[in-house]
């Protein structure tokens, strides 16, 4: 970002009014998502000329996101199969909903029996929350959404998998999740058995996958064990959004590698 020229601060920033108030009194503040909405919102009004487009958890980013799951059929189709079991990792929703929703519609319109689970952190399982409105931002700036939460001013303990500690999640998914078609998947927060599973995968299959999309595998791993002791045969279907190449120094630190 700052070779294309831009300004990059950490959030809770000392430049806006929402995050100074949280620098002010902690400069060692560890931030959530929810904050960097606010100041980027905030920040995004002072300037009549910028626009501020949220990337994640609202329903528009899901349907555009849903490229990924729409691949992902077509793939089972080449080789004329079809998953059992969905998974991927969540914070606000977008990557699961990209991922889950295309199977979803054969669920709700052709009756095809898929299991759903959303991996989640158990520093923010929001899909454990309460299901109410609430505002998608801390400085309560956006309107409000009729989702799982955890509350917007929520204290959130840091991890590695950043992403997850969000408050919130995806009207859409929240919608599903009420109505039974979700399961979700709290892990504990130290995440090693998490980056554990990743590094099986990554002695597996020889790369790293991204700290959130380690939760994904994580789930993946556990669900084909059960597979292994029941004797049954699933097809498991499990999303990774990102590698892990800049996260090395997380796995080093929780795996104890230092």
Known sequence: MKLLGADVHASPSPITEVGKALYDKNREHVGS?????????????????????????????????TIIGLEAKKQFELFDDYPDIVISCFGGGSNFGG???????????????IKFIAAQSEVAPNLQG???????????????????????????????????RYHGCS???S??????????????KDEKHVFEMAKMFMETE???????SAYS??????????????????????NISGHGFLDMSGYRTVLGLE
């Open 33 to 65: 998502l929810g904050i960097a909405i606010s100041e980027g919102l905030e920040d995004s009004q002072k300037d009549s000329k910028a626009t501020y487009c949220l990337g994640s958890v609202l329903n528009h980013v899901l349907m555009h996101q």
């Open 99 to 113: 991922f889950a929703l295309p199977f979803v519609g054969d669920v709700l319109k052709k009756g095809k029996k």
């Open 130 to 164: 309460e299901y109410a409105y609430d505002f998608a931002d801390y400085a309560e700036i956006t309107p409000m959404l009729k989702m799982y939460t955890l509350g917007h001013k929520i204290d959130m303990e840091p991890i590695k998998g950043d992403g997850l």
């Open 171 to 173: 009207p859409i998914i």
């Open 175 to 188: 919608l599903l999740r009420n109505k039974g078609y979700v399961d979700t998947v709290a892990y504990p």
């Open 206 to 212: 020889g790369w790293l996958p991204a700290p959130e």
């Open 217 to 238: 595998v994580c789930c993946a791993i556990e669900e084909a064990i059960k597979c292994k002791e029941t004797g049954e045969k699933k097809a498991i279907a499990f």
